[in-house]
């Protein structure tokens, strides 16, 4: 594993162990790897969360720096420049993350600004934009200019979920480079080389669909089976009133808050992380504000996250009794649940989904009864 401590300067960190930090892609590993050694002017790498899109662009920002490196690619100073990147911690790494849920007017003049400024240590300065399909219109256009006539010594790195329609002028100009969900073989394997029992890996991989991020996070999570419990018994729970759904609704609402316990704990460890830097170093360009406003994301993530999986499960619930007793009920349901996922992309009340969804499902173990 790559970590940014004071080992920098010892263990050498070669291409292959830069590059392996980026796992179950290898189509875009490849394409990356070629291109860090004489790259364009930018680059969009499209995929789900979880499936290495930030891994990949500090893997390519890495092999690009050391790429220049002036006493060769296989010099400490190259090595360096990997360990550094691969972390996040290189001074001509910058990663721009919007603050709220778009990328904003304000965003975009801050890349155009970072991308003119000349590199510190390498021959290139690399500009990560997170969450690019987020932009609002005014910054699409924005981007538009600064990526048409970019600075000699910039590369941008474009991440985003999916390409709107009203993105395509600025993905036009740029590589992209797809990065799929990940299987559920590839997420098992990693978590068993991680120290995960095969069985508990094939299961988590199930549950992560297609995040390795997600998997790593449930791998840490004992509670993660009663959730799974919790979730297929929802069917026969129900009985057709609102006492019953309110009860349900509330124990399924408490079990996400208690799913967000291994997340609040590597929250925790990075905000000390980062006072230690503080403290070290100044306050000057720590990002507080940025960490906080990223975990803030990351809990909304997980919550869907966790909403997705236990509507999944009760679907899988109901499945399972259709093919017992041939239910056409039944079978609605898993319809109406699939409704439901889709409507976590406008942001809900985690509740009002809930109950709306529960007070329209079949109850108990019986088919529409």
């Given amino acids: 594993m790559i970590s940014g401590t004071s080992a920098d300067d010892v263990a050498p960190v070669d291409e292959d162990a830069l590059w392996a930090t980026v796992v179950g892609q290898e189509a875009a590993v490849a394409l990356l790897r070629t291109a860090a050694w004489s790259p364009v002017h930018a680059y969009l790498l499209v995929g789900p969360p979880g499936a290495g899109r930030g891994e990949a662009a500090r893997a390519f920002a890495g092999s690009l720096f050391a790429s220049g490196a002036p006493d060769g690619p296989d010099s400490l100073s190259a090595s360096r420049h990997r360990r550094l990147s691969a972390v996040g911690h290189h001074p001509d790494l910058l990663e721009v993350e919007p603050e709220g849920r778009s990328l904003l007017v304000a965003d975009a003049r801050e890349i155009t600004v970072e991308g003119w400024r000349s590199p510190v240590e390498a021959t290139h300065k690399v500009v990560v934009v997170n969450r690019f399909d987020t932009a609002e219109p005014e910054a699409v256009a924005s981007l538009l200019k600064t990526i048409e006539e970019p600075p000699a010594t910039t590369v941008f790195v474009l991440l985003s979920e999916e390409v709107p329609d009203s993105h395509v002028t600025v993905a036009s100009r740029c590589v992209r480079v797809d990065l799929p969900p990940l299987t559920d073989e590839v997420v098992s394997d990693v978590l068993e080389a991680d120290g995960v029992p095969s069985d508990r890996a094939t299961e988590l991989a199930e549950a992560a669909a297609g995040s390795l991020s997600r998997a790593r996070l449930l791998a840490q999570d004992p509670a993660f089976h009663g959730r799974q419990n919790a979730w297929h018994a929802v069917p026969s729970r129900l009985d057709g009133t609102g006492a019953a759904v309110a009860v349900v609704v509330e124990e399924m609402r408490a079990l996400i808050d ?16 980062l006072t230690e830097r503080e403290e070290a170093f100044g306050t000057r360009g720590s990002g507080r504000r940025t960490l906080v406003e990223r975990q803030r994301r990351e809990v909304r993530r997980l919550r869907d996250d966790e909403l997705r999986f236990g509507l999944a499960t009760i679907s899988r619930s109901y499945r399972d009794r259709a093919a017992g007793s041939g239910g056409e009920a039944d079978m609605d349901a898993t319809a109406r649940i699939t409704e439901a996922t889709g409507e976590l ?4 009340n985690e509740s009002l989904l809930l109950q709306a969804l529960f007070l329209d499902l079949p109850v108990g173990g019986r088919n529409g009864a």
């Fill in 258 to 273: 208690e799913a967000q316990a291994p997340l609040v704990t590597r929250h925790a460890v990075e905000l000390e992380e």
């Fill in 345 to 348: 992309i406008r942001n809900p």
